[in-house]
């Protein structure tokens, strides 16, 4: 790098660290942020890192899917409690209902002039995922040779790490198994899926994901090291709400719907569970996991400037192909960052809580 070049940079990082110092509401504060084990993987886009990760800006919209997964992990915690299936669903849709019920408060008290916030779409989420708990727990009831030795536990990387990660990794294990006839721990994944499920599951043996959570529970209970992971998959129904049909009713026809599917086209049912065996040891040294939390720990620690995180392409035509949906954050890559308080104001982002 030129002299010139640094010039330029140092006097880039200083520019935009006094339009991010003029942001109102906190909005300007870097995020003190820790890497979730489904986050450990290499920015697609630098800039949307900066955005999203580095400052917390997100989009205050509401996706269903997210929401019907939120109920389906809350149910299957409850069931395994011992609760049965029915009193399960029922107890974690109760909860999730007082929440949206509590946020309706809220959103009144803030908007007097619009005091009615449409929640349908939330409550039939609520009993989509609902429903699709209950199937996963139909089908692939707790073992009676396993005990139940965690649920919905929060881990977090010890010190030890950050000599490869400079940034915490905390994760939450949806459950941990105890097989008393292999004398075994196996980690517990509940995953809810728009792909068709034996395509999820041909490719959980590489899961990063999955090696974290691994590695994150036997630093933290050695004595219980895990043998491998049992993924429970559900894919979305494959069926629509009919013109006029009542929503309880379409869920009823789900229900039935994925015990037909699964006798129709046994090679490819829409419920399925995959158990990963591993095999290889993790966080050695030499291993790939090792340095690619090295790789994407450095990028929560670079410089604050737009040559640090530049965008993904020199045309707009790589961010309408981001995920397969036009990138949010194009509105601030539009413009200079001068302007950047009023665009999120204007397209409704805020920010994110920090995570530790």
Not at 19 to 41: D, E, F, Q
Not at 257 to 276: F, G, I, N, R, T
Not at 286 to 310: C, F, I, T
Request: hydrophobic share 35%.
């Amino acid at each position: 790098m030129t002299p010139t070049d640094t010039d330029t940079e140092d006097s880039d990082m200083r520019d935009l660290l006094e339009v991010l110092s003029r942001m109102p509401n906190s909005l300007g504060r870097l995020r003190k942020t820790a890497l979730h084990p489904s986050g450990v993987r290499l920015p697609a886009c630098p800039r949307r890192f900066l955005y999203s990760t580095r400052l917390g800006w997100r989009k205050a919209d509401w996706r269903e899917a997210l929401s019907a997964g939120n109920i389906l992990h809350r149910a299957m915690a409850v069931y395994y409690t011992g609760q049965p299936p029915a009193t399960s669903v029922e107890q974690a849709c109760k909860e999730a209902k007082l929440e949206l019920a509590e946020e309706q408060a809220l959103w009144a008290q803030e908007h007097p002039e619009d005091p009615f916030m449409d929640t349908r779409k939330r409550e039939k989420a609520i009993g989509l995922g609902g429903m699709m708990g209950r199937v996963l727990m139909e089908a692939f009831p707790l073992p009676d040779t396993c005990d139940v030795v965690a649920i919905e536990q929060t881990l977090k990387s010890p010190d030890s790490w950050k000599a490869f990660c400079p940034v915490p990794i905390i994760g939450t294990v949806d459950a941990v198994l105890y097989d008393r006839t292999k004398e075994q721990y196996w980690l517990v994944d509940h995953k809810s899926t728009s792909d068709k499920p034996a395509q999820r599951a041909a490719n959980l043996t590489f899961d990063v994901q999955a090696q974290l959570y691994r590695a994150l529970w036997n630093s933290v209970h050695p004595e219980r090291r895990v043998s491998g992971v049992i993924h429970n998959i559900i894919g979305k129904p494959g069926i629509r709400v009919k013109k006029g049909e009542k929503f309880e009713d379409y869920l009823d026809r789900c229900f039935e719907w994925y015990d037909k599917q699964a006798l129709a086209d046994p090679h490819e049912p829409p419920v399925q569970q995959s158990y990963v065996s591993f095999i290889s040891p993790v966080l050695d040294k030499n291993d790939e996991l090792q340095g690619l939390m090295s790789e994407v720990g450095r990028w929560h620690k670079r410089a604050v400037s737009l040559d640090s995180y530049p965008r993904v392409g020199q045309s707009f035509q790589a961010c309408n192909e981001l995920g397969g949906h036009v990138c949010p954050f194009m509105p601030l890559c539009l413009r200079q960052p001068s302007a950047w308080a009023e665009v999120l104001t204007k397209y409704h982002f805020n920010k994110a809580d920090d995570d530790v």
